[in-house]
């Protein structure tokens, strides 16, 4: 199958698990921890058997790699799913978290979908083929200041790696506009795609919550990378990014910042 069959089935699994999570939201929701702080809840696991289900029924032999259920099958055709990216958020009925596919052949991720059904809008983009909201294109910000730059980020479940980012976030919020930290890393990286941010910057991820964010970023002319500049990649667990005008100097303070801190302990 092409491309546009691929994103088919993508938007229809996207939108199916996000209907799951809706019909689950303010229920009462049996809640369990993966470590101190990190949740999962019934409606991660329904939403992941609704998605993976959709994609058996037309990809029965694709590779399936889902935040709950680990890796399925060998196949170099690779779905990378997140159910529902913003789990404590949705726990406490805080309206802020999405449903998250991608789509990789070989490790090259091919497209991307990340779903907020609260707001009912469905983020996609395909390699080479541009970035959509609700099915218009879009465009990241054309912000060039970093001093008026409007940024996110996000926080690990990781004392050690929480305490570090902490820190970049007092001293990053001095030198810029504003920082938000909203709790859903895909809608990060699909507001940054969309003009909503300017930039994004995260120390410890999973591949299933940046996968899909990503290439939205980068098609609609952003710009992503690891933290410290170098060439994203999804093993690397940290994510930077930006309009693109301002990545440069969003590398540097951060990586000044960093510094900083190593030199203090």
């Known amino acids: 199958m092409g491309t546009s069959a691929v994103m088919a089935v993508a938007r ?47 990809f029965p032999h694709d590779s399936i790699w889902a935040e709950e259920s680990g890796v399925d099958g060998a196949s170099k055709r690779q779905w990378v799913i997140d159910p529902l990216d913003g789990t404590t958020n949705y726990s406490h009925s805080y309206p802020f978290f999405s449903v998250s596919l991608a789509y990789q052949v070989e490790g090259r991720i091919q497209l991307g979908v990340v779903y907020d059904p609260v707001a009912d809008e469905l983020f996609s983009a395909t390699l080479g083929g541009g970035a959509h909201l609700n099915g218009k294109s879009i465009h990241v910000s054309e912000e060039t200041d970093l001093r008026r730059g409007f940024l996110a980020t996000g926080f690990s479940y990781d004392y050690q790696e929480m305490e570090m980012n902490l820190d970049l ?34 120390l410890s991820l999973s591949a299933w919550d940046m996968a899909a964010g990503w290439l939205v970023v980068e098609e609609a002319g952003g710009r992503a990378s690891n933290l410290d500049g170098s060439r994203f990649q999804l093993e690397e667990r940290t994510v930077l ?25």
């Open 12 to 58: 229809d699994a996207a939108l199916e698990g996000g209907r799951v999570l809706l019909e689950l939201l303010d229920s009462n929701l049996e809640v369990s921890a993966k470590g101190p702080r990190n949740l999962v809840t019934e409606a991660d696991l329904a939403a992941e058997r609704t998605i993976i289900d959709i994609i058996r029924r037309h």
């Open 169 to 202: 976030f007092a001293r990053v919020s001095r030198k810029v506009q504003a920082v938000r930290r909203d709790g859903s890393a895909a809608l990060d990286l699909c507001y940054v795609a969309c003009g909503r941010f300017d930039g994004y910057w995260e």
């Open 241 to 265: 990014a930006s309009n693109g005008r301002i990545h440069h100097d969003l590398v540097e303070l951060l990586r000044s910042e960093t510094s900083t801190q190593r030199a203090g302990k």
